[in-house]
């Protein structure tokens, strides 16, 4: 089941994004926090019968409409998530500023109950 693996790459990347936290590499906490979070939206639109492409804001865009919306299976405070964790990963990789611990901490956070939250509804 192929959003078994993606789950299993959620976690896999939450645990480097925590790593990296803990080294203080916080542009590559941003990094992986959000394709933890990416990779956990991915799972469970598959889970739940739908075929994303694998585009990013395609899955930002199905996540919100589809599961928090349409099917109210997640609160409305994740809508924004995935577009802001999105911001703050371009910034980490793409400009020449670095992320600080205060926004990696908040990406982490985020990211923390984003796949906790989808996990346990694929779980169940």
Same mark, same amino acid.
Not at 30 to 39: F, H, I, T, V
Not at 59 to 79: C, D, G
Not at 106 to 124: C, D, S, Y
């Given at each position: 089941? $192929? *959003?078994?693996?993606?789950?299993?790459? !959620?976690?896999?990347n939450l645990?480097? +994004?925590?790593? %990296?936290?803990?080294? #203080? $590499? *916080?542009?590559?906490?941003?990094?992986? !926090?959000?394709?933890?979070?990416?990779? +956990?939206?991915? %799972?469970?639109?598959? #889970?739940?019968?739908f075929t994303?492409?694998?585009?990013?804001?395609?899955?930002?865009?199905?996540?919100?409409?589809?599961?928090?919306?349409?099917?109210?299976?997640?609160?409305?405070?994740?809508?924004?998530?995935?577009?802001?964790?999105?911001?703050?990963?371009?910034?980490?990789?793409?400009?020449?500023?670095?992320?600080?611990?205060?926004?990696?901490?908040?990406?982490?956070?985020?990211?923390?109950?984003?796949?906790?939250?989808?996990?346990?509804?694929?779980?169940?």
């Amino acid at each position: 089941m $192929a *959003y078994a693996i993606y789950l299993r790459k !959620a976690h896999e990347n939450l645990r480097s +994004a925590e790593r %990296a936290f803990d080294a #203080a $590499a *916080y542009n590559a906490c941003a990094n992986r !926090a959000y394709y933890g979070a990416y990779q +956990a939206a991915l %799972a469970v639109l598959l #889970a739940k019968g739908f075929t994303p492409k694998t585009d990013h804001k395609v899955v930002q865009a199905m996540f919100s409409s589809e599961l928090i919306n349409n099917r109210k299976i997640f609160p409305a405070r994740l809508k924004s998530y995935l577009s802001d964790m999105q911001t703050k990963r371009n910034i980490a990789d793409y400009e020449p500023i670095d992320t600080t611990k205060k926004d990696a901490t908040i990406q982490l956070k985020q990211a923390r109950e984003f796949i906790a939250l989808i996990t346990e509804e694929i779980l169940i």
